[in-house]
Nanobody, 125 residues
């Protein structure tokens, strides 16, 4: 079992930065890929970024490439999402999620079995 808690959301002006954190409990965290997703009002949840279990492979949605960076500190059981050059269209509830399986380099979205409660990010224009 993995429990995830996001933090770091808030209100920021366009062009600003935020760093989201995803703190995990459970001794298998370091063996699992972690993803960040977001959902804006009236829209479907969408993939933002993914980092594999050992931090060696990253994937990003095209909409955030070059602006967002995902990283992890397995010693702290924490994954981060550094968000720079924020745009109003980045406004959403951001969720982190953990893979159901271990030691995968890429995880199908449906295989993310553990989810946090989400943190709100609002970018004003």
């Amino acid at each position: 079992q993995v429990k995830l808690v996001e933090s770091g959301g808030g209100l920021v002006q366009a062009g600003g930065s935020l760093r989201l954190s995803c703190a995990a409990s459970g001794d298998t965290f370091s063996s699992r890929s972690i993803g960040w997703f977001r959902q804006a009002p009236g829209k479907e949840r969408e993939f933002v970024a993914e980092l594999n279990w050992n931090g060696g492979m990253r994937q990003y949605a095209d909409s955030v490439k070059g602006r967002f960076t995902i990283s992890r500190d397995n010693a702290k059981n924490t994954v981060y999402l550094q968000m720079n050059s924020l745009k109003p269209e980045d406004s959403a509830v951001y969720y982190c999620a953990a893979d159901r399986a271990y030691f995968r380099n890429s995880t199908p979205q449906n295989d993310y079995g553990y989810w946090g409660q989400g943190t709100q990010v609002t970018v004003s224009s």
